[in-house]
């Protein structure tokens, strides 16, 4: 069954530091998504991805937030300078068109800042 | 008022029992509703999707009732496996985004 994955499982940083997260979505899926969790807090949508540029981008969405699809399988998550509040859970989620509109979410990428 | 409003729980019940969660949310635009799964510090993952007529997989029923803005799902004879936080999530259109808008999730515990 196809899945969608992510990389880091876990990533640990320094505040200030530029991470990227990573997401490979499911391959014939077009609408691309991250959401975020902060420990013991509810999922949070951060930006939604279609046609090869963001259809909606949320308030948590700064300046320190990018998105990008470098190529045809990747699917990536920029902070430029993280801040100790950005610790949380990434997910990934991609959806295909028509059907239940279902999204299929990635298991995640811990982001720590220290 | 919140979107996404449900009661956190958590739910302590034996096996076999029901058990019925219940969310409400604020945005009447909503089109497509939703209870996802989440595991311990695991992604959300798709239980059901809820349908005006209501409709039911196995031990779970879910219902929605679009004038109340209320949605439910029922589980029957509750299993061990069962445990987890069960987010109720609607899916706004009016952006044409599908961005999903979760509650914070209502946590079941069943015990032996």
């Known amino acids: 069954e196809p899945e969608v994955t992510q990389t880091p499982s876990h990533q640990v940083t320094q505040m200030g530091q530029e991470v990227i997260l990573r997401c490979v979505p499911i391959?014939?899926?077009?609408?691309f998504y991250w959401y975020r969790q902060i420990l013991g807090q509810k999922v949070e949508f951060l930006v939604s991805?279609?046609?090869?540029?963001?259809?909606?981008k949320s308030e948590i969405f700064d300046d320190q937030f990018s998105v990008e699809r470098p190529d045809g399988s990747n699917f990536t998550l920029k902070i430029r300078s993280t801040k100790l509040e950005d610790s949380a859970m990434y997910f990934c989620a991609s959806r295909g068109l028509g059907g239940t509109n279902e999204q299929f979410f990635g298991p995640g990428t811990r982001l720590t800042v220290l | 008022r919140k979107e996404v409003e449900q009661d956190p729980g958590p739910f302590n019940v034996p096996e076999g029992a029901t058990v019925a969660f219940n969310c409400t949310y604020s945005n009447s635009a909503s089109q497509s509703f939703f209870w996802y799964r989440q595991d311990c510090r695991k992604e959300p993952k798709l239980l059901m999707s809820?349908?005006?007529s209501g409709n039911e997989d196995g031990r779970f029923t879910a219902q929605l009732n679009r004038a109340s803005q209320y949605i439910s799902l029922l589980i029957r004879d509750s299993k061990l496996s069962d445990s987890a936080t069960y987010l109720c999530v609607v899916n706004s259109y009016s952006s044409n985004t599908g961005k999903l808008i979760f509650g914070q999730g209502t946590t079941l515990q069943v015990k032996p």
């Open positions: 991805f279609y046609n090869n540029e963001i259809s909606e």
């Open positions: 809820v349908y005006s």
């Open positions: 391959s014939n899926h077009l609408y």
